[in-house]
T-cell receptor, first 111, second 116 residues
Framework: EAQVTQNPRYLITVTGKKLTVTCSQN?????MSWYRQDPGLGLRQIYY???????DKGDVPEGYKVSRKEKRNFPLILESPSPNQTSLYFC??????????FGPGTRLTVL | AQTVTQSQPEMSVQEAETVTLSCTYD???????LFWYKQPPSRQMILVIR??????QNATENRFSVNFQKAAKSFSLKISDSQLGDAAMYFC?????????????FGKGTKLSVKP
């Protein structure tokens, strides 16, 4: 089944404790992105990647890092999480100009 | 910079009736994609319908159709014969064609309630 998977789905952590949210897709897509969703703000792009070893900042990249060492994986790293990074995070992928597939979301709470 | 505006934070419709959700956008591009996504309580983002700006014909998908007015930069979603399962957040989104941008730009969403 074609899909984008994210782990964990839910995470509660404390300020300053490094964490990684994994994202994997099995569709051989070149493009992958991370978004955060906050009430009243819609979804905003954090980082995106056009292909392996090619990443770039989106609209709200501060406090986040990404890497793209393999085509299928695009982890999101929070080196020192803060409460304002409490949000719902989505990973997404697509091939060329085609439909974007979203993962199921990761609900992150930073205390 | 491109922006997407959804002016209706909440809408309500009676089951079996028709509802229209509004979306306007701002861009200087001539070619782009527009989308409507549905987000039910499960939080999954589901593509409802997609429109290429170079196509004059409005896209339709079963009970869902759009009214695409390129000159007015308007992209409304019409849901006919509304069903209880249509209750969700609906997001309008824009994406440039080509170039290095994979960025979907979203509106803030419209919460649709369906009354039985």
């Amino acid at each position: 089944e074609a899909q984008v998977t994210q782990n964990p789905r839910y995470l509660i952590t404390v300020t300053g404790k490094k964490l990684t949210v994994t994202c994997s897709q099995n569709m051989n897509h070149e493009y992958m992105s991370w978004y955060r969703q906050d009430p009243g703000l819609g979804l905003r792009q954090i980082y995106y990647s056009m292909n392996v070893e090619v990443t770039d900042k989106g609209d709200v990249p501060e406090g986040y890092k990404v890497s793209r060492k393999e085509k299928r994986n695009f982890p999101l790293i929070l080196e020192s999480p803060s409460p304002n990074q409490t949000s719902l995070y989505f990973c997404a992928s697509r091939r060329g100009g085609h439909e974007q597939f979203f993962g199921p979301g990761t609900r992150l709470t930073v205390l | 910079a491109q922006t997407v505006t959804q002016s209706q934070p909440e809408m309500s419709v009676q089951e079996a009736e028709t509802v229209t959700l509004s979306c306007t956008y701002d861009t200087s591009e001539s070619d782009y994609y527009l989308f409507w996504y549905k987000q039910p309580p499960s939080r999954q983002m589901i593509l409802v319908i997609r429109q290429e700006a170079y196509k004059q014909q409005n896209a339709t998908e079963n009970r869902f159709s759009v009214n695409f007015q390129k000159a007015a930069k308007s992209f409304s979603l019409k849901i006919s014969d509304s069903q209880l399962g249509d209750a969700a957040m609906y997001f309008c989104a824009y994406r440039t064609i080509g170039g290095s941008q994979g960025n979907l730009i979203f509106g803030k969403g419209t919460k649709l309630s369906v009354k039985p």
